[in-house]
Structures are given as structure tokens and as C-alpha cells.
């Protein structure tokens, strides 16, 4: 168990243990009971587990205003909203994943519950090792112009690094005919693991002529680990500039996680609807970039409610705009080839 804290405060050992048992049993009754058989997830029980997941974050939000008051509470549905924003562009490149290798509908879930399943394992090792590298990489203070700088060199990088993917996640790179074959992680898979040509039911593993083969389902679920990995390079820093307690920010990007399948099943068919959505995550990380600089070099701060109603009037308008205005002639869908069952 970790023990969750910052040199801000100490949370509850039952808060913490709450959460603990909450998850495990959750991840349980997931596979085990509510998802026992394979099957295709329809729009209406996807709706019903985002409902489902976004208020069970919202009331730990609730019992963490209880706990630690209404700053330790903005700072929970800041990062947890941008987490949750961010994840975005992981629904997009899941969608290239599972059309790309032929995925049935019926064993996707099973992939997106054994992807969550190691991402619960890396974020925790992110943020741990990130709150300890931001301690062990303060500056020494100096004076400049009658003024003293005390800053942070990891946060400074952190603060131009997301400036820069901000900057860059403007431009909006048609993806949709990615070859996932050159993945670096496909290579390396292939030479650890001989994989038999064909997928057999939900089985990651088979043995054929007395020989241990992996299938093509478990070679997908190693891409979607990998592909959490390089986004968590990006949404990893850009909780940093919420709060550096690790309680926070462990949890609030463990919700936004454990919804993120449910919002796969719902939004992978409504993706041309939000074409908009990643200007509005590009302003996002530039100004989680411009914050975290100004926090770090300046010392201007802006405050969790600020910044949590910044986020969240972003993506509303983002999300608006993608409704309201018309496509132009040169604009084209992305057919995600999948069809809602509802």
C-alpha cells in the first residue's frame, strides 16, 4: 500500500483504504460477474457505466471536500477533467487499434479491462516517481532584478513540454490509415512471443502442436498498454499543475480511467460529432503548460476553481462548436466502421 502523502497534508488512512477496496472490488464484480461472457457492449449499458463512473468520481469528490475541504475537492475534479478530456485522443487512436487488427466487438472490452488493468500499475508508478523527482529537483534560490526565484526544473520542463504539445496538437494529423504493424511494440512483441495467425475466441494464449502461442488479442492488448504509456506522457505533467499530493492525483486519474471504456462503447461511434474537441484539448495543455510555468518561474498561481472552470468551459464550447457549426465541403467524417447496437 502507499502511503499518500505530500508536504501539504496526510489523508485518512480510511479514505485511503476506502479507495483501495472500492477499486479492487469494482475490477472484480467487472470481470467476474458484469462482464463474466464475452458480448458486444451496447450504447444504452455503455451509457449506464459512464453515468455510473463519473458519479462514483464526483462523490469521491464529495468525501474529499469532507476530508480535506473544498481546495483538496477542485483540485480531485480539475485533474480528474483533464484526465478524463486528454483520454480523448486515446478513444481515437483505440478505435484505429481495434479496426486496424479486425478486433470482434464481443472481445473488446475484455482488451480495454486487462489495458486498464496495467495502466492502474504505470500511472501509479508516474506519479509517485514524478512527486519525488519534483522534490529532489528545486533550483537553488537566487536573486534577480531584487526579486528571488526559488523554481522547479522538472516543472519548468514539464510547463514548456505541454506549451509544446499544446502548440502541436493544433494541427490535427489525419491517423486513420496508421500501420500498426511498424509499432515498435508490435516488433518487439513478435520476436518474445510466437503468435498463432488467427484470433480464438478470448483466449491471449493457445497451444497448438504441443506448442505455447500468443494470439492476435493478446498482441493488441500489449499496443493498447503501450499506446496508455506515450499518452500518459502527456496527462501525467499536465495534472502536476493541479497539486502535488499524490493522493489526489493517483485517484482522480484512476476514475478517469476506469470510465474510459465505457466511454469508448459510447463515444466510438460519435466521434465525427466532437471534430472540434481537439482544439479545445490543445488549448487545454498549453494553458496547463502557461500555469504550471507561471506557478514555477514567476510564482503566479491560479487557483484549482479558476483553473477547474477554465477546463470545463473549454471543452463545453469545444464540444458545442463541433455541434452547432456545419461541416464544409472539405471536411470528411471518420467512419469508425463499427455500428451501436442499441
Known sequence: MFLFISHKQAHHPLIIIGFAVLIILMLLLDLGVFNKKSHKVSSREAIRWSLFWISLAFLFAGLIWIESGHVAASDFVSAYLIEKALSMDNIFVFILIFRFFSVPEEYQHKVLFYGIIGALIFRAIFIFAGVGL???TYLPPFEL?????HINLLLAIFGFFLVYAGVKSWR???QTSKDFSKNWIVKIAHRLFPFSPAYSGSRFFIRQAGRLMATPLFLV???IEGTDVIFAVDSIPAIFAITDDPFILYTSNIFAILGLRSLYFLFANLMPLFRFLHYGLAFILTFIGVKMLLADIWGIEISSPLSLSIVAV???LSVLASLIIKKTGKEQSYDT???TNE
Do not use: A, P, S
Not at 532584478?145 to 526565484?149: C, S, V
Open 172 to 174: 490535427h494529423d489525419d
Open 337 to 339: 466502421g463499427q455500428k
Open 314 to 316: 473549454v471543452l463545453l
Open 134 to 136: 519534483i522534490k529532489l
Open 145 to 149: 532584478n531584487g526579486r528571488e526565484y
Open 221 to 223: 492488448v500489449l499496443v
